[in-house]
């Protein structure tokens, strides 16, 4: 995988899924070489979820006083 790749997703701690650290570089650097189909990030959602993908929400902690 090139630096488009590793500056734009990387693998969770446990190894069972994946965050996108950067939409704009995945979509114009990562998807035109290895998911020529999928040209929008919605697109790669539907994509990963027809492969069985869950996707998540990171929230932000929020200090409760």
């Given at each position: 995988i090139n630096a488009?790749?590793?500056a734009s997703i990387a693998w969770l701690?446990?190894?069972r899924g994946f965050r996108i650290l950067d939409?704009?570089?995945l979509m114009k650097g990562v998807?035109?070489?290895y998911f020529k189909k999928c040209t929008k990030i919605k697109l790669f959602h539907l994509q990963l979820q027809s492969w069985g993908f869950k996707r998540y929400v990171l929230m932000p902690?929020?200090?409760l006083k």
């Open positions: 488009n790749a590793n701690p446990n190894g939409e704009d570089a998807m035109p070489m902690m929020t200090i």
